[in-house]
């Protein structure tokens, strides 16, 4: 059902496509292998708790955020990675496949400007093997995001 969310959010945009793989592509490096590109091209979608609260921030695969940077941005005292359950109570989605579109609540999103750094990126679909081809600019068009610089 997951797949099938972020293909009904693609259907009204038909400049975009999924792209489904045999295998896995659950983390940023298995992605970019299948792809045929640099683990920095792919947009890697990360849960964090906000005071408790669920946000998503997507950034490039090789880059890691500072969460003192990702705290001080958002005006909250403490960051923390999000656990399994709370991902996919909170998105709908697995970790390994969590989406920036199709998500099952109203959750706070930010792309990180690394992003920009390519004209597409690969986010997850839904699934740990799909992807979506997107130029950054887009993806936050579409999604409403707000960008931010959280990467160390």
């Known amino acids: 059902m997951s797949l099938e969310r972020v293909k009904e959010f693609v259907s009204h945009y038909p400049d975009l496509e999924i792209v489904l793989f045999d295998k896995?592509?659950?983390t940023a490096d298995l992605a970019a292998q299948a792809l045929g590109v640099a683990p920095a091209q792919i947009a890697k979608t990360l849960v964090?708790?906000?005071d408790g609260q669920p946000v998503l921030v997507v950034t490039c695969g090789d880059k890691k955020i500072n969460t003192k940077k990702l705290a001080k941005e958002l005006e909250v005292k403490k960051i923390r990675f999000a656990d399994a359950k709370t991902v996919e109570d909170a998105t709908g989605f697995l970790p390994g496949g969590v989406s920036?579109?199709?998500?099952i609540s109203d959750i706070p999103l930010y792309l990180d400007q690394?992003?920009?750094?390519?004209?597409t990126v690969y986010a997850a679909a839904g699934t740990a093997n799909s992807a979506l081809?997107?130029?950054p600019e887009r993806l936050c068009e579409i999604?409403?995001?707000k960008i931010i610089d959280v990467c160390c």
């Not at 690394?114 to 004209?119: A, I, N, R, T, Y």
């Open 24 to 26: 896995s592509t659950h």
């Open 133 to 135: 081809p997107v130029s």
């Open 100 to 103: 920036p579109i199709g998500l």
């Open 143 to 145: 999604t409403g995001a």
């Open 48 to 50: 964090f708790l906000a």
């Open 114 to 119: 690394s992003l920009w750094d390519f004209d």
